[in-house]
């Protein structure tokens, strides 16, 4: 239900800015997360850090996780890798696209040269490509809404997404690790507003879609 208002509050906030309001991908992680799926390696063997948490969301319940969860909350298992991939997107409608997510990261000091936390993007036939390492300079533990233009993609039948976090050894693992939430993939080429703080979301959805109505009954007169 919260994933809902905030996908309603999303399109309203695109709509009142006249800014486009297709929505290729809405992910708050509230449900089971269809069609996402997980990589990744703990010591050499198949396995991966990634899952759902409800320990720290930006908004709702749930956030997705890289860490060991309760009672740990650490990625401190060795040396680990995980990649947190979307469903496969199909873009070909699009003339930009812009993604938008929030971000909680604890890991070693900035600018993060051992533990690495990447989102990197994939095309059909073509292997994983990072993106340039923009998000490596946010703040640590706290959440930070950040974002990528990937126009580039625009207009391919096939596209995913995904977040590769890399402990890349095990020494100094001992700290909470990623949580993403309301990963928002629309065609843009500014990004979305954000979605609000979850206190003032359904005031704010309701209001914005209020105020959509009456500009509408005004254009018509």
Not at 122 to 133: I, R, S
Not at 208 to 218: F, P, S, T
């Amino acid at each position: 239900m919260r994933n809902s208002v905030a996908l309603i509050a999303v399109a309203a906030l695109l709509f009142a800015t006249g800014a486009s309001a297709t929505i290729f991908l809405h992910e708050g992680f509230e449900g089971p997360a269809a069609g996402w799926q997980v990589y990744g390696q703990i010591n050499g063997e198949p396995g991966s850090l990634w899952h759902r948490e409800t320990h720290r969301s930006y908004m709702g319940d749930w956030s997705a996780a890289y860490n060991t969860g309760d009672p740990d909350y650490d990625y401190d298992v060795g040396v680990s890798w995980g990649l947190l991939a979307s469903p496969w997107l199909d873009l070909s409608s699009a003339s930009h696209v812009y993604l938008s997510f929030w971000s909680w990261l604890e890991t070693e000091n900035a600018p993060y040269e051992y533990d690495l936390s990447l989102f990197v993007l994939k095309a059909d036939g073509l292997p994983w490509v990072p993106l340039p390492p923009d998000i490596q300079t946010f703040p640590q533990s706290e959440w930070n809404h950040l974002g990528a233009n990937l126009s580039a993609l625009a207009g391919l039948p096939e596209v995913r997404i995904g977040f590769l976090f890399d402990s890349v050894d095990d020494y100094d693992n001992d700290h909470e690790g990623w949580y993403i939430d309301n990963v928002l993939l629309t065609d843009g080429a500014t990004p979305p507003p954000p979605v609000p703080e979850p206190s003032t979301l359904i005031l704010l959805s309701s209001g914005l879609l209020g105020a959509g109505a009456v500009l509408r009954r005004r254009t018509r007169r």
